[in-house]
């Protein structure tokens, strides 16, 4: 599984690596950006299965970086991973495709259900 992870926050993407379950690490590559806009580029370029994006980001932010990925692939799977956990923000997300928004700091059961639900589809 090729997994896309981008947020600014190097220590954000460090504990969501560590609990991405064991087995699922072990035989996906994760690819990792820091802006909205290598979250684009970054799509484009390895199409992954799964996308964890940040929405509070420097260059562009994790709003438009959806926007941008679902206008290009509108079968993405992004889950938006954020500390921002006002219904504004959910609701928004939701309507531009996301297929849900996580609040910070995720928890390996959390990841473990979305990696159970990615892979029966
Ligand atoms: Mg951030």
């Known amino acids: 599984m ?5 947020d600014d926050s190097p220590l ?4 969501i690596i560590t609990r991405i379950p064991e087995e699922i ?8 950006g820091s802006n ?9 370029e ?3 299965d799964i996308v964890f994006l940040d929405l509070t980001m420097p260059v562009m932010d994790g709003y438009e970086a959806l926007d941008q990925i ?7 799977c992004v889950y ?5 956990i006002q219904k504004k923000a959910q609701e928004k997300v939701l309507a531009s495709g996301a297929a849900a928004l996580e609040t ?3 928890d390996e059961e959390r990841l473990a259900k979305i990696f159970s639900r990615i892979n029966q589809e």
């Open 70 to 76: 679902m206008a290009y692939d509108k079968g993405a």
């Open 46 to 48: 390895h199409r992954p």
């Open 80 to 84: 938006v991973i954020t500390a921002d």
């Open 104 to 106: 910070k700091p995720i």
């Open 2 to 6: 090729n997994i896309l992870l981008v």
């Open 36 to 44: 909205g806009q290598e979250a684009v580029d970054l799509y484009k």
């Open 25 to 32: 690490k072990g035989t996906s590559s994760i690819i990792q």
């Open 12 to 15: 954000s993407r460090k504990i």
